[in-house]
C-alpha cells in the first residue's frame, strides 16, 4: 500500500517578526518514502517542518498539500491526513500511555461523537507497532526516554496519518533508542507505506535510514536526492563547514561521514594541524 | 515486527483480533470508577445541601425546616430556615462556577496555580463593579453582571499579557505573580474608590469580601442565563481543553484551532467568574484547590474534570459557607474568609510538590 499524497513547498519565505530564516525554498516530499532533513544547528530545518506541518504561516511562497494550500485546509481534515511530532513535546501530568494514545484520535471524532471501535483497534494497533502495549497503564512520567519516545510515534500512528512529519525524533535518546525510533518509522514507512519528513541531526542515521536526504544552508535546499548524491565531502564543508571523508559504511553500503577535526586523527600533530 | 492493523474501516489483524485490545479494559475501568465517584460527590453535595439548611447561628428543629422549605415563614425558626434556601441555592451556584471556571483556567493556561482568585479576575470584576456603584449609580443584579464580565474579562487578558512579557512567555510562577500583584492594586482601587463614600461603604464591604449572606431568589435569578452561558461555552471547550493539555504544536498536530480552542475555553471562564462575581463578591481558591483534587478521582479528561470541578466546587462553597455561620456564633464569618484559610495551605503544597511545572 502507498499514498500518492504530493507535499509540496513553492518559492517558501519563512520568518519570525524581521529575521527571515528560509527564503524562496522550493521542495517536494517524495511519497511513500523517508525524507530526512539535515543541516547545521540554526540553519531553519525545524522552522522549515513547521511551516510545512502548518505550525507556521508563511510570509511568501505556500505550502501545498494536493494542490491546497495547508494553512487553508480545514484543520480536522488535514489531521486526518498529515501528522506531527514536535520535538521534546510535553504530556500532562499523569496522563496515562493508552489515554495519552488515544489523544491521537481526535481529528477523527466528532464533536460530541463516542469513543468508537475503530478508535480501539487504531489505539491497540498503535500500541501494538511501538511494542507499548505492556505500558498501556502506566502514566507517561515514569517511562524512561526511549519509551516515552516510542509512546508518542504511538500517538501519530494512531491518528492514522498517511504523512507524518516529525522534529529530530530522536533527540535525547541514546544510541540503541536512536536505532529503535528509526527502525521502526521504517516499518511504518514499509509496511503502510506512509511517507515520513523528519529532522535529523545525525547525518550518518539519516544517510542509513532516509531514501531521500534534504540538505538546508543559507535559508535554502542546498542539495537534496539519494543519500549517495547528497552526502558528499563538498557538501558536509559548505553545509557545516567541517572537513569530513566520506566511505560508504560495509554494513548498509550507504555513505558514512567521518569527521576530520582538528584532533583524533592518524597524523595529527600535538597543535592540531594536520600534516600532509 | 509487523503492524497487525492499518485500515480505518476497523478490520482486526492477528494479535487485536483474538484479545481485546490492549488498553480497552483501563478505558473502560475507569469509566466505571468515574461514575461511582459521580454518585459519591452528588451524594456529598446533597447532604451539604441539608446541612446548609439545619445548621446556622440559630438553632431550629426539623419541623421548623420542612415548614421554611415549604414557603411558611410564620415563626422566627421557620422564617430563617426559609431565608437559608436562597443563600444554599447561591453558595452552590457560585461555587459550582468558580470551581469550573478554575479547571477551565487550569487548562487553558497549563498552570497548577490558575485560579479565578489568584489571577485577579475575580478582583477586576469586583473593582468594575464598585466603580459602577460608586461613580454611575451602577443598581441590578443584571448590570452588576454585565459589568462584572467585562471587568474580568479586561483583567484576564491584562494579567496573561503582562505575564507573557520577557523570556519564557507566561510561565506558571509569571503567571501567578502578575495576578496576584493585580489583586493587590485592584483591591487598594477598590478601597480608595469606597473610602471617601460613606454611603455605600456598607453595602460594597459585605459584597466585596465575598458574602452570600444577603441571597435572595431576586438577586439569584437575572444572574442565571450567564451562568448558563458560561457553562455550556466550557463545556464545549473541555475536549480542545484535552488537546491543548499536549502543548500547542501537537493540538494543532491533532487538527485543533488551538487560538480558538484556547478562546472559548477562557470566555467560558470569564463569563462564569464575573457572574460568580456578580452575585456573592470576588472569592478566592475555589478554583484552585478542586480541579486539583478532581484530577485525582477522575484523571485529567477535562470532560469529566470541569463538571466535577463544578459538583465539587458547589460542595466546598456550601461547607464554607455552613462552617462560617457556625464558628462565630452567633455572628458570622464570611465565606471568602473560610475559602482563604482553606485554599491557602493548599496553594503553598501545590507550589512546593511540583515546583510548579507547566500543565
Known amino acids: 500500500m502507498t499514498t500518492d499524497h504530493r507535499l509540496v513547498a513553492q518559492q517558501l519565505t519563512l520568518g519570525y517578526r524581521e529575521r527571515t530564516v528560509i527564503e524562496g525554498l522550493d521542495l517536494e516530499v517524495p511519497p511513500g518514502q523517508i525524507t530526512a532533513i539535515v543541516g547545521a544547528n ?82 491497540a494497533a498503535a500500541l501494538d507497532a511501538t511494542q507499548t502495549a505492556e505500558l498501556a497503564d502506566r502514566p507517561v512520567d515514569e517511562l524512561s526516554g526511549g519509551q516515552r519516545q516510542r509512546v508518542w ?50 547525518l550518518n542515521l539519516a544517510a542509513r535510514y532516509a531514501d531521500r536526504l534534504i540538505a538546508i544552508a543559507g535559508g535554502t535546499v542546498h542539495s537534496s536526492g539519494e543519500p549517495r548524491d547528497v552526502l558528499t565531502e563538498d557538501m558536509v564543508r559548505a553545509v557545516f563547514g567541517l572537513d569530513s571523508q566520506i566511505i560508504t559504511d560495509p554494513t548498509s553500503e550507504r555513505p558514512l561521514m567521518l569527521p576530520l577535526g582538528r584532533h583524533g586523527v592518524v597524523g595529527s600533530t600535538a597543535d592540531g594541524r594536520r600534516s600532509q | 515486527m509487523t503492524i497487525s492493523t492499518t485500515s480505518s474501516t476497523g478490520t482486526t489483524g492477528s494479535t487485536s483480533g483474538s484479545t481485546r485490545p490492549a488498553g480497552a479494559d483501563s478505558l473502560r475501568s475507569s469509566r466505571r470508577s468515574r461514575v461511582v465517584w459521580l454518585l459519591v460527590v452528588v451524594g456529598v453535595l446533597a447532604c451539604v445541601a441539608v446541612s446548609s439548611l439545619v445548621l446556622g447561628s440559630r438553632q431550629v428543629g426539623w419541623g421548623d425546616i420542612v415548614a421554611g422549605v415549604t414557603g411558611h415563614d410564620t415563626t422566627i425558626a421557620e422564617a430563617a430556615v426559609a431565608k437559608r434556601v436562597p443563600r ?58 454585565w459589568v462584572a464580565i467585562t471587568g474580568a474579562a479586561v483583567t484576564a487578558v491584562f494579567v496573561y499579557a503582562v505575564a507573557s512579557m520577557g523570556r519564557g512567555g507566561p510561565t506558571p510562577l509569571k503567571l501567578a505573580l502578575a495576578g496576584t500583584a493585580t489583586t493587590a492594586a485592584f483591591s487598594s482601587f477598590i478601597t480608595a474608590v469606597v473610602l471617601p463614600r460613606g454611603d455605600i461603604a456598607d453595602s ?82 475555589v478554583g484552585l484547590v478542586l480541579p486539583h483534587v478532581c484530577r485525582l478521582l477522575v484523571g485529567i479528561d477535562h470532560r469529566w474534570l470541569l463538571p466535577f470541578s463544578a459538583l465539587t466546587g458547589a460542595c466546598l462553597l ?30 503553598i503544597y501545590i507550589v512546593r510538590r511540583q515546583k510548579v511545572r507547566a500543565l
Open chain 1, 153 to 202: 510515534i504511538a500517538m501519530a500512528l494512531a491518528q492514522q496519518t498517511d504523512l507524518l512529519l516529525l522534529d529530530e525524533p530522536t533527540t535525547f535518546l541514546d544510541v540503541s533508542h536512536q536505532v529503535e525510533v528509526l527502525d521502526l518509522l521504517t516499518d511504518l514507512n514499509r509496511s503502510r507505506g506512509t511517507t515520513i519528513v523528519m529532522v535529523l541531526h545525525d
Open chain 2, 318 to 347: 456550601t461547607v464554607a459557607d455552613v462552617v462560617g455561620r457556625v464558628v462565630a456564633r452567633p455572628g458570622e464569618l464570611d465565606v471568602g474568609i473560610i475559602t482563604a484559610i482553606i485554599g491557602a495551605p493548599f496553594f
Open chain 1, 42 to 123: 540554526a540553519c531553519g530545518k525545524s522552522t522549515l517542518l513547521r511551516s510545512l506541518s502548518r505550525l507556521l504561516a508563511p510570509t511568501h511562497g505556500q505550502v501545498l498539500l494536493d494542490g491546497k494550500q495547508v494553512h487553508r485546509l480545514p484543520a480536522k481534515e488535514l489531521a486526518r491526513t498529515l501528522g506531527l511530532l514536535p520535538q521534546s513535546p510535553i504530556a500532562p501530568e499523569g496522563i496515562a500511555v493508552s489515554d495519552l494514545v488515544g489523544r491521537g484520535r481526535t481529528p477523527h471524532q466528532g464533536m460530541f461523537s463516542r469513543w468508537s471501535s475503530d478508535d480501539d483497534v487504531a489505539v
Open chain 2, 204 to 285: 460594597v464591604r459585605s459584597w466585596q469580601i465575598g458574602g452570600v449572606g444577603g441571597a435572595t431568589f431576586d438577586r439569584i435569578l437575572p444572574v442565571v442565563p450567564f451562568l448558563v452561558v458560561g457553562l455550556l461555552v466550557s463545556v464545549v471547550s473541555a475536549r480542545g481543553l484535552n488537546s491543548l493539555a499536549l502543548g500547542d504544536d501537537v493540538a494543532a498536530g491533532l487538527g485543533e484551532r488551538v487560538a480558538i480552542a484556547r478562546g472559548s475555553a477562557a470566555l467560558g471562564a470569564v463569563v462564569l467568574c464575573g457572574a460568580a462575581t456578580a452575585l456573592a463578591g470576588p472569592i478566592g481558591f
Open chain 2, 88 to 145: 444554599t441555592v447561591l453558595a452552590m451556584v457560585v461555587g459550582a462556577a468558580l470551581g469550573l471556571a478554575g479547571a477551565a483556567m487550569q487548562g487553558v493556561t497549563r498552570n497548577p496555580l490558575a485560579d479565578p482568585g489568584i489571577l485577579g479576575v475575580n478582583m477586576g470584576a469586583s473593582l468594575a463593579v464598585v466603580t459602577g456603584i460608586a461613580w454611575f449609580g451602577l443598581s441590578g443584579a443584571q448590570s452588576f453582571t
